[in-house]
């Protein structure tokens, strides 16, 4: 149980066009779901906190208008980044929090993303 | 902020314990974690310990924490080489639901 999806695993876009990154929860609800980027060989940095039917948090130097959040469902989170740039190319992985369970294990990491932009 | 740091790289041959370590500065965190990551996968957690325990155990691995001097490490008993990957520490603090990650070490484990 607890699995969370992403889709697509990897994706190539041309600059300046926008790319959509969907992060499922497959097996549980999230009210709150987690966007990470993470750059060769660094550690996770956090972008965002999605939460179902509000607004995404947003941490300091994100912005919320390039990095588009929609959190929709308690199953269903995407980013879209827009207008993509060659410095936006990053693995993006997204985190779930499983509303049912409380302590430690709550949140479930999904697969990743690797986004090329040429 | 909070503030996570691990040593980058650790060599080991098969069959040998590794030892990962972590040090971090959130005095109110309430659980620290140890997630394995293989090349080009997302993060998979192996274990994770309250802040109140010193020690946890699960199969090959031992977590040691020492809550003063905000120190944690991971043992994994009997090395193998699947069990080469990078390795982060992450600690969540009581009022957020969010983690702050280390930069991960980088574990190979040679035949």
């Known amino acids: 149980g607890a699995v969370v999806s992403q889709h697509p695993s990897r994706v190539i876009c041309k600059s300046g066009t926008s790319v959509k990154i969907e992060c499922r929860s497959l097996d549980f609800q999230a009210t709150t779901m987690f966007w990470y980027r993470q750059f060769p060989k660094q550690s996770l940095m956090l972008m965002a906190t999605?939460?179902?039917?509000?607004?995404?948090?947003?941490e300091q130097g994100v912005e919320k208008d390039k990095f588009l959040i929609n959190h929709a469902s308690l199953t269903l989170s995407t980013l879209t980044v827009t207008s993509a740039h060659p410095e936006d190319s990053s693995f993006y992985i997204c985190?779930?929090?499983?509303?049912?369970?409380?302590?430690?294990?709550?949140?479930?990491f999904g697969p990743g993303t690797r986004l090329t932009v040429t | 902020g909070e503030d996570v740091e691990q040593s980058l790289f650790l060599s080991v041959r098969e069959g040998d314990s590794s030892v990962i370590n972590c040090t971090y500065t959130?005095?109110?965190?309430?659980?620290l974690y140890w997630y394995k990551q293989e090349p080009g996968a997302g993060l998979q957690l192996l274990t994770y310990?309250?802040?109140?325990?010193d020690m946890k155990q699960d199969q090959r691995l031992t977590v040691l924490l020492n809550k003063k001097d905000k120190h944690l490490s991971l043992r994994i008993a009997d090395t193998q080489t699947g069990d080469s990957a990078i390795y982060f520490c992450?600690?969540?603090?009581?009022?957020?639901?969010?983690?702050?990650f280390g930069k991960g070490t980088m574990l190979l484990v040679s035949p």
């Open positions: 999605s939460n179902e039917g509000s607004k995404a948090t947003y």
């Open positions: 992450a600690e969540k603090d009581s009022g957020y639901s969010t983690l702050t």
């Open positions: 310990i309250f802040s109140n325990m």
């Open positions: 985190s779930a929090r499983d509303k049912g369970r409380q302590g430690a294990s709550e949140q479930y």
């Open positions: 959130d005095s109110s965190s309430t659980y």
